[in-house]
């Protein structure tokens, strides 16, 4: 099958029994629940762009197996060109969503395609696990599926080591059979969990996992329906509002979900690697899937970038501000996190190479600069908002209001020089959607968040930095001081 229509994408969803719980209720078919199915509809909307006869040949490419077109998020790089390509149909997607939709499905589709083109990884100490890698991929590929995944194991308490595995909490390995591992525990947080066809589940923590052999270290995929599987949501932050009170909110929520493993059967054909925490904690790294999923994530973040940015200049425009100095000098910091972004992206496509698996991978310094950047970079930019705002945030009567008794001083009183007051108004509900509503504070917590605890990706960044380089040059320096000479080392 080629890549799918929005259409062929609610079908799986409705076709696939899952059990999902929303405010305490079994949610019967999430894209019809009010508070998932717009959400739905967005990642619909996502998937019918590949068929837009316009857009077709920039989202897609030729299925090396069926010839078919299939998504082209889904493409193992050989080149630098692969690797524009693919992010250019990512920022696509990503700019569909004004950034909003971190887990759109090509967050987990270059980590599968990663994963393939290193198939040799997961072989090496049991060759079936290689071919499993390799043919799920295609699977997914061919039938353009959907992934959420969830990485960390809940947590009870945090021990001197900093390991997270509670017996009775954490996902481990309760036995295995001739059909496969039966696996029991929970693990968060499966964003876009009641909207994907399968959930991939991988390794809690880079390097937190103790050595050895362990029942908690698990590579695997299922899908959603799966019996014992179940997701239980937070509550939905789509208020069941018009697109005009609550902008974002009513378009975008993709859900975050605990999700409860009660004796889940994984068949061994689904199973990528087992117990080998070597393995486990290397794969990220050694498979470069880290780098790609970051990819995605630069391009996710150019587009959030762009977007903030805009509402930036228009909020300043519509309160006459955008020449004093302090609002320039506002905008001119989001313009520069706009400019860093698309910067080190670009960067790490010029400076790609390929790996020992063949795979054309990102430089990972920039890119994964991209990811720790944005941490920061994104709870400044809402605060920069609130900041070129002020009490216009909460100048914002609803869609009701307009069309209320209020009306004419509505219109007379909340105009600018710039904007009449619908205009206004509007503007300001989408600013305080991504500055101050709950769907606006889930997405700094995600930046803050989603690729990991930042002292980690501090520390990972630190790892992987060519230190020595800049070491050098200052003991050049110092030496050549000594000498009384120049510090130019050429
Ligand atoms: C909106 C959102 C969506 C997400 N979606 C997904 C998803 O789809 N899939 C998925 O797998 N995960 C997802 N995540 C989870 C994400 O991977 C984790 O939040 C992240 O890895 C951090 O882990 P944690 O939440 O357990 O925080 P913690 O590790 O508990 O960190 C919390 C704070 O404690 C600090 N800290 C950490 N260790 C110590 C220590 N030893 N001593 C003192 N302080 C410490 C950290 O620096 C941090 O500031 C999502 C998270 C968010 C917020």
Redesign the pocket.
Known sequence: MPARTGRAYLEGLRDQEREVWLRGERVKDVTTHPGLANGARAVAALYDMQGEPSLCDEMTYASPSSGDRVGLSFIIPRTREDLERRRAMMLRWARRTCGMM??SPDFMNVTFAAWAGAAGYFAQNRPEFGEHIRRYYEHIRERDLTL?????NL?RS?TAS?L?LQEGTALSVVRETDAGIVVRGA???????PLADEIAVYSP?MSEMARGDSPFALNFAIPCGTPGLKFLCRESFDLGRSHFDHPLGSRFEEM?CVVFFDDVLVPWERVFLLGDVDLINRTGARTHSMAHSAHQGAAKNIAKCEFVLGVGLLVAEALGNAQLPHSEERLAELMQYTELMKACTRAAEADAQLDEWGVMCPAEVPIEMTRNLFMTAYPRMVEILQLLGSSSFMITPTEEDLGGPLAPQIEQYLATDTAAARDRVKLFRLAWDIAGTSFGS?QV??E?????????RARFVGGIYPKAEVMDRVRAFLRDDAEGGSAETG
């Open positions: 971190g887990r959420t995944h969830a990485l960390i947590q945090r900093g997270n693990r968060i947080l499966a964003t876009l969990g923590r975050d889930r917590l995600y803050r968040f989603f690729a990991g605890d930042p002292l980690a």
